[in-house]
C-alpha cells in the first residue's frame, strides 16, 4: 500500500530522500544541501513527504503551503520504481488533500522528456499555463534563472492572482531579489 509521510533531516529514511534529489534534479533546478536541510527542519511553509509502498522508499514531493496555493517544488521517483504508475499514485494522493490550487513549474516543450512530463501533469489534471511568462529565479548566488512554465491543478476553479503567485515564489521560495 502507497503512503505517503513527512519527515525531517534525522528520518533515518532521509538519505533516500537526499541521494534521489541530488541524481534527480540538476544543480540549476536545487537549492544547496544545507538550504534544503534547513527547510526541511524548520521551514513552517515546507513539507518534505516521503511515498512508500508497503515501508519501501520510492520517491518524494517537497510541497509549500502559502494558504491560498500550494507549490510543489521538487517531485521525483526512485528508477528503480518508475513507469509502474507510482508517479501517477504519489501525485492523486497528494491532490486529493488540498482544498486550494497546486502549482508546479515545469521545462519548456522542447525536448521530449519535458513534453511527456507535462502530458504526464495534464492526465493528472493539470493545466499548462504557457500565456503567463516565468522565468525560475536562480537558487543560489551565481545560479542561474531558468524560463519555465507553471502548471496548476485547481480543483475549485479558483481565481488565480498569476503575479501575486510568481511573487510570492519569488520571495518565499527563491528568496529573489537576494
Do not use: C
Not at 57 to 80: L, N
Request: glycine fraction near 6%; charge should be negative.
Amino acid at each position: 500500500m502507497l503512503t505517503l509521510r513527512p519527515i525531517k533531516t534525522a528520518d533515518y529514511k532521509y538519505p533516500f530522500v537526499e541521494n534521489l534529489f541530488i541524481s534527480s534534479f540538476p544543480i540549476d533546478e536545487r537549492r544547496d544541501l544545507p538550504d534544503q536541510r534547513r527547510n526541511i527542519d524548520s521551514n513552517n511553509d515546507f513539507t518534505l513527504l516521503l511515498a512508500e509502498d508497503n515501508g519501501t522508499p520510492v520517491g518524494f514531493f517537497a510541497i509549500w503551503d502559502f494558504g491560498s496555493f500550494s507549490y510543489g517544488e521538487h517531485f521525483a521517483t526512485d528508477p528503480d520504481f518508475r513507469n509502474k504508475g507510482y508517479g501517477g499514485e504519489i501525485l492523486r494522493l497528494i491532490l486529493d488533500r488540498l482544498q486550494h490550487p497546486l502549482i508546479l513549474e515545469v521545462e519548456l516543450p522542447d525536448n521530449d522528456l519535458s513534453r511527456r512530463r507535462i502530458d504526464f501533469y495534464r492526465r493528472n489534471g493539470f493545466k499548462l499555463l504557457d500565456d503567463h511568462p516565468y522565468i525560475q529565479p536562480p537558487y543560489r548566488n551565481g545560479g542561474a534563472s531558468l524560463q519555465m512554465h507553471l502548471m496548476v491543478y485547481n480543483p475549485q476553479k479558483t481565481n488565480l492572482d498569476l503575479n501575486k503567485i510568481t511573487a510570492t515564489l519569488h520571495t518565499k521560495v527563491y528568496h529573489y531579489p537576494n
